[in-house]
C-alpha cells in the first residue's frame, strides 16, 4: 500500500506562481511513474502532469503546456508541480497519482494510488 500527501496548495493571483508537493510513503517510489490530475466543481477529473519513474520523461495537459513543470525527487520520494502563469480557470483541487508502470499509464487515468487532493485557488 502507497499513501501518497499533498500539499503545498492555497490561493494565487492570475499570473502568479503556486508549487504543490505530493510525499510517498513508498519504499520502492521508483517503481512508480507519478502525476497529477485535476479537478474542478462541476467538471470532469483532467489529466495535468506525469513524470517517468527515472524522471527523464514527462507529459503535460494541453491546457498547462509551457506553465506548468512536473519533477521528482527520488531521494525524498517526493514529486512536485510548478503552476506559474496561473489563471482563474487552472482554480481546482489537484491529485497526485502513482502507476507501477510507464508513464502512460498515469496518463490514462489508470494509477495504482491517488492522494486525497489539494485545493488551488486563482482570484482574478
Request: hydrophobic residues 35%; contains cysteine.
Amino acid at each position: 500500500q502507497v499513501q501518497l500527501v499533498e500539499s503545498g496548495g492555497g490561493l494565487a493571483r492570475t499570473g502568479g506562481s503556486v508549487t504543490v508537493s505530493c510525499a510517498a510513503s513508498s519504499r520502492s517510489f521508483t517503481d512508480f511513474a507519478m502525476g497529477w490530475f485535476r479537478q474542478a466543481p462541476g467538471k470532469e477529473r483532467e489529466f495535468v502532469a506525469a513524470v517517468s519513474r527515472g524522471g527523464r520523461i514527462r507529459a503535460y495537459g494541453e491546457s498547462v503546456k509551457g506553465r506548468f513543470t512536473i519533477s521528482r525527487d527520488n531521494a525524498k520520494n517526493t514529486v512536485y508541480l510548478q503552476m506559474s502563469s496561473l489563471k482563474p480557470e487552472d482554480t481546482a483541487v489537484y491529485y497526485c497519482a502513482a502507476a507501477q508502470g510507464p508513464i502512460e499509464t498515469i496518463k490514462r487515468g489508470n494509477s495504482d494510488y491517488w492522494g486525497q487532493g489539494t485545493q488551488v485557488t486563482v482570484s482574478s
